[in-house]
């Protein structure tokens, strides 16, 4: 046992160092300057803060970050909000066709989103969703639901129903149990969606460079890829302009991760 010990805390460690490393490297060429040629793996012995400001003005970072922060808020209220109100009946009343609709939302998480990319953007373009935030919103709630719905289902499935049946005989609605008694119990799971969802919505790439072409709707990953020419890269602006868009995120985890395991871990027990 104290091998196995030993072994699970190296593989710990070095799935810690996988993550760890670049952002390591990130930071030690965000501060470098760029015309400094030392080994990325050294700590430079200054701040060149320059890479931040050029990040910042040339690629128009204020606007950007306006764009996904809007983009994002919108999409993770949404995705709660029908979420949790999908997940309550599906988990509550094992029906053959509340199971038929489980099965439909977890086998659309199998389906990747670049396989549909081409009828997406006809369809976006027929219908003048193409450039606005309502239309790339849609996008992700579509393509991020699947994940909440499965999260949500399960976690709601270890909660007692004596509460239910509680609520019920105290003369609540299903309606009221459900934002009376159910949603107060969620933290957990929905800090664990907000994470998930979350992050992935804010630095998504493949959506907003497709569908969000103009520059006033340009997000962070978006904004930062025009730094990357085909004669000329500017490493040090890019990663300048990635650790400054790291910091939300990183912020909202570090907030939320007291309920992200216990979410995790009860949200994937039943469904």
Do not use: C
């Amino acid at each position: 046992m104290k091998r196995a010990g030993v072994l699970y805390t190296l593989i710990g460690a070095l799935i810690g160092l996988m993550h760890i490393v670049p952002f390591y490297v990130l930071i030690t060429t965000s501060f470098k300057d760029t015309l400094d040629t030392s080994s990325k793996w050294i700590m430079p012995g200054y701040a060149y803060w320059d890479n931040f400001i050029h990040a910042w003005q040339i690629a128009g970072l204020d606007r950007a970050f306006v764009n996904t922060a809007i983009i994002t808020l919108l999409s993770i209220a949404l995705i709660l909000i029908l979420g949790s109100s999908a997940a309550f009946p599906l988990a509550r009343n094992q029906s053959k066709l509340n199971k038929w609709m489980y099965g439909f939302f977890v086998s659309a998480l199998i389906v990747p989103p670049l396989t549909i990319l081409v009828p997406l953007y006809k369809m976006f373009v027929e219908i003048g969703a193409m450039n606005t935030y309502i239309g790339i919103v849609i996008l992700h709630v579509t393509f991020h639901l699947s994940m909440a719905i499965f999260l949500f289902t399960g976690f709601i499935s270890t909660i007692p129903r004596e509460l239910d049946e509680a609520a019920m005989i105290d003369g609540a609605s299903r309606i009221g149990l459900f934002f009376r008694i159910i949603l107060p119990v969620l933290m957990p799971i929905t800090a664990t969606v907000i994470i998930m969802n979350g992050v992935s919505i804010w630095n998504d790439y493949q959506f907003s460079v497709f569908f969000l072409q103009k520059l006033e709707y340009r997000t962070i990953t978006v904004a930062l890829s025009t730094f990357f020419g085909e004669n000329n890269s500017n490493i040090g602006w890019v990663a300048a302009g990635s650790l400054l868009a790291a910091i939300p995120s990183i912020s909202v985890y570090l907030f939320l991760q007291r309920y992200f395991i216990s979410g995790m871990t009860s949200g994937a027990i039943k469904g």
